[in-house]
């Protein structure tokens, strides 16, 4: 009887602490929330663009880990080194997801592209063939000369607007029609911008599709974080985007067709497309024609406008400091010469020039608020315990202009990255990212910009077209856009008028 007592007390003790425990949950050891959060839109209420100027200044009242709600979603908001350390290496697989928007659902984000894949076997076969065979060293010096052409391209289309000394030129669209030249060329092995375009008709679908994929306000939005919106018939996003999904579809079937016709005739693999088809031939199964769109799709997503952006602000920058100017067009005079025009080896010769990129990575991050991850279980952060499905952004923008970090943090001082010799200073500087789903374009992106960054300063005297400095304005976008596109003077140096003539 007694032992029986025992096991009814035993029972009941187990199944009040169960109930309790439904009942009554212990408090986790959450984060700060921040400021109050409404019912229903959570922290929503206080966000003006661009985001990351916001979550800043809330970051700065609040505390550098800050857990939020973005209506229906947690957010944990990251501000300090130690914090993005925290979540790049003890809790990197953790973190190793990334959130499922309404444009992942029609774009292929969610699933076919290797940058927004759930973390698995599939997102590791799709980084694996990502890294070594579009982005491994071996491939980017095989699509070097591509490289040099599209720059060439760029120089002498600037040597026929500046013959017209009245005009003014608008770099904006110059650097994205490299970039995006620049990519299609290594993917298909064909330019849709500018001179020697094949197919005018093609290209000027290939324009419209860019145009829509960039204006279709990126990977999140309002109902996202809002699903009940959807219920009440607001919709609009998702119409928009399964037409542009169906759109861009197309597309790439007749991109991809056109390629797997012409390996009926040649096995060269001449282009990413090329390679793509190739590993589909041998596991037809897995390397699906949606695969390979979902890589291209996020290839050009992913690799055109933040490159350009990059350019963009550096130019910027550089014009609204001359001296700047002066000592990096000084340096490429006395180590490349003015006999030649720069190479893309030259670069890793050319420390100032480098400091100047890694100076407007710091100020002008392309992605400022990296991209976003989702946390697949519980962690802790900071002493903090972190629920499972939040989405982490780190606030890389707030990061590299901390004034506890940075001396005079806002001012664009080249001179600070000798010390530093790379892109990245631990976790005080990582414009790429960093864990295992840090930027795999990274190496390829700074070969773009300093090869074309090189090229205009050695090749052209640049001014700005009135005594105003450029406006440093930032614009709103998943990226960071200049708010009003950089405009310039520019004229041939004599020294490398020759040179430009014949390109």
């Known amino acids: 009887m007694e032992m029986l007592a025992f096991y009814y007390f035993l029972a009941f003790f187990l199944a009040f602490f169960l109930l309790s425990k439904q009942l009554f949950p212990m408090r986790k050891n959450l984060p700060p929330s921040g400021p109050l959060s409404l019912p229903i839109i959570g922290h929503l209420y206080l966000f003006k663009k661009p985001l990351h100027h916001t979550l800043a200044r809330i970051s700065a009242q609040h505390g550098p880990i800050l857990l939020l709600k973005f209506g229906s979603r ?180 007749e991109l991809i067709e056109e390629h797997r016709m012409a390996r009926t005739q040649s096995k060269d693999e001449k282009s990413l497309l090329d390679v793509l088809l ?106 903090y315990t972190i629920p499972r499905g939040t989405i982490l952004l780190v606030n890389q923008w707030a990061i590299q202009k901390d004034p506890k970090l940075w001396e005079e943090p806002t001012k664009f001082i080249p001179e600070r990255m000798e010390s530093i010799g790379g892109v990245r200073d631990g976790y005080k500087l990582m414009p790429f990212g960093s864990g295992r789903r840090s930027c795999p374009g990274e190496g390829l992106a700074l070969r773009v910009v300093g090869l074309a960054l090189g090229s205009l300063i050695q090749c052209f005297e640049w001014e700005r077209v009135d005594e105003e400095l450029i406006d440093m304005t930032e614009g709103t976008g998943v990226t960071l856009p200049k708010a009003k596109p950089l405009v310039a003077n520019c004229k041939p140096r004599p020294t490398m008028l020759s040179f430009l003539s014949q390109l």
């Open 74 to 253: 947690r957010v944990l908001h990251v501000s300090s080194p130690s914090a993005a350390e925290e979540c790049f290496t003890t809790n990197d697989i953790v973190f190793a997801n990334r959130p499922h928007f309404l444009a992942g659902k029609y774009l292929g984000f969610d699933y076919t592209a290797f940058g927004f894949a759930s973390y698995g076997q599939h997102w590791r076969n799709l980084r694996r063939i990502t890294t070594l065979e579009i982005f491994s060293s071996t491939r980017l010096q095989i699509f070097s000369k591509i490289r040099t052409n599209e720059v060439h391209s760029l120089l002498r289309r600037l040597l026929v607007v500046a013959g017209n000394s009245s005009k003014s030129i608008e770099m904006k669209f110059m650097f994205f029609e490299l970039t995006l030249n620049n990519m299609m060329m290594m993917i298909a092995g064909k330019r849709y911008y500018g001179d020697n375009v094949e197919d005018l008709n093609k290209a000027r679908q290939f324009q419209e599709l860019v145009e829509e994929i960039f204006g279709a306000g990126g990977a999140s939005n309002i109902e996202d974080f809002l699903p009940f919106l959807k219920w009440v018939g607001f919709n609009g996003l998702e119409k928009k985007l399964v037409r542009l999904q169906i759109k861009r579809d197309q597309f790439m079937k």
């Open 278 to 383: 190739s590993l589909q031939e041998d596991d037809p199964n897995y390397y699906t024609d949606e695969i390979i769109t979902g890589i291209i799709h996020v290839l050009l997503t992913a690799g055109t406008d933040t490159t350009a952006e990059t350019m963009e602000w550096a130019m910027s920058l550089l014009l609204n400091h001359p001296e700047v100017l002066k000592k990096a067009q000084a340096e490429i005079d006395t180590i490349v010469g003015q006999d030649r025009l720069l190479n893309e080896s030259d670069v890793a010769h050319l420390p100032y020039l480098r400091c100047v990129i890694n100076e407007t990575l710091r100020l002008y991050p392309a992605g400022p608020l990296l991209v976003p991850h989702e946390s697949s279980e519980e962690c802790i952060v900071g002493g």
